[in-house]
């Protein structure tokens, strides 16, 4: 959500920032590897009020049917995460990095890694201990997370306009083309509704 009303109330707008940071938050563990220290079924509950709440009541229903379709709900999410975002043979992997998609060679930690870091520490914030790269999907959206509450929302929209969505558009493509298990798709739905520049 990169534009905001400027004739919002302090308080309103406290009560903006720290909603949208909570719900980026929220979508960077969806891209996060699935395990049970966060997904379990309140997780799951929690992002069905969230669907609900923006009118997405088909999309809720899908999730919904997920808590109660299977009692290895997670052993699912994590095989779809593994073949989608790890590895597929012998299909390709949907690469959760922005790189891969803006340097033009397909690799890892390229320039545009670089210019994601350069962003996060010129805004005072830094990747703590990660085994991935600062332009993994779930680094950025944790970002976000972290200017919005700080209600910089200018930086906010900077970072979304040149960084995120230019890669992000083929990224979603891509899952929703491959993806196979609702809860990638209906996460990545979200991810594009909540950075779309208009909202």
């Known amino acids: 959500m990169a534009i905001h009303d400027t004739d919002l109330s302090s308080e309103n707008l406290d009560e903006e ?6 719900v980026y938050s929220f979508l960077s563990l969806t891209m996060r590897y699935p395990n049970p ?3 379990d079924r309140q997780f ?9 709440s923006l009118g997405w009541q088909e999309e809720a229903e899908q999730i919904q049917l997920l808590i109660f379709s299977s009692e290895s709900c997670l052993d699912e999410l994590q095989l779809e995460y593994t073949r989608l975002f790890i ?3 012998p299909k390709s992997t949907v690469p959760p990095y922005a790189s891969v ?16 870091h350069d962003f ?10 990660s085994s991935e790269p600062p332009d993994h999907i779930q680094h950025q959206l944790e970002f976000l997370a972290a200017i919005v509450k700080e209600k910089r929302f200018d930086e906010e929209e900077q970072f979304v306009k040149t960084l995120f ?7 979603k493509e891509q899952v929703l083309r491959e993806a196979r298990q609702d809860y990638y798709i209906v ?9 779309k520049e208009e909202q």
């Open 17 to 22: 920032a720290h909603t949208l940071s909570d």
């Open 37 to 39: 220290e966060f997904l």
């Open 44 to 52: 799951l509950e929690t992002y069905v009020l969230l669907l609900k």
């Open 87 to 89: 590895n597929a043979i």
């Open 101 to 116: 998609y803006m340097d033009g060679d397909g690799t890892l930690q390229g320039k545009t890694t670089e210019k994601i």
């Open 120 to 129: 996060y520490r010129n805004c005072g914030f830094d990747i703590a201990d």
């Open 165 to 171: 969505r230019p890669w992000f558009k083929r990224f």
């Open 187 to 195: 996460s990545i739905q979200l991810i594009d509704f909540f950075t």
